[in-house]
């Protein structure tokens, strides 16, 4: 039995229509957001600053926690997984009753985003000393951290994981 494959031509004419539209989605692709819309990186800096690091500097930590969604997955250092939005806040509230924070510089230097998904990568400096005795508990820390973001039916960007570990 020999079998035979037949290819499916396009007319001329329909191969450079093909090219024009490949031409000009390439084209589109590379242009950047209009002048008066944020960058995705200065869009998620922002969100990150609004969001995680100003509520979690502060000690707010149920507005920190609103960013996350529902079902949230935390993943820091020296611990278990937080599962969930309530078990995240329990650790939350655990840090800011224990430690004060002396220190913490998050910059986003990565984004990456494609339709409803977004992730944000970035470094951060941290310095947490025991409310008693203010001594030092790790050091001064640097790391690097990244958000993965959903955006929920309300259209709000939600955190739906949170991993962030130290470079030492």
Not at 58 to 66: D, H, I, K, L, T
Not at 85 to 106: C, G, K, P, S, W
Not at 116 to 122: K, M, S
Not at 157 to 167: F, H, Q
Request: hydrophobic content about 40%; glycine content about 6%.
């Amino acid at each position: 039995m020999v079998l035979v494959q037949r290819r499916m031509l396009l007319p001329i004419d329909s191969m450079r229509w093909v090219a024009i539209v490949m031409t000009a989605l390439a084209c589109l692709s590379s242009v950047g957001s209009r002048a008066d819309e944020p960058s995705d990186l200065e869009f998620f800096s922002q969100l990150v600053a609004e969001k995680y690091v100003e509520p979690f500097e502060s000690g707010q930590v149920e507005r920190w926690v609103s960013a996350f969604a529902e079902n949230a997955i935390a993943l820091h250092n020296r611990r278990e997984p937080d599962r969930g939005r309530e078990n995240i806040q329990q650790f939350a509230q655990a840090v800011h009753t224990m430690f004060d924070l002396a220190e913490y510089d998050v910059a986003v230097t990565d984004v990456r985003r494609n339709g409803t998904w977004a992730y944000t990568v970035g470094t951060y400096t941290s310095r947490f000393l025991f409310k008693e005795g203010g001594d030092e508990v790790f050091g001064r820390e640097h790391g690097k951290f990244v958000l993965l973001w959903q955006l929920s039916s309300e259209g709000e960007w939600e955190i739906i994981l949170d991993m962030g570990n130290s470079n030492s």
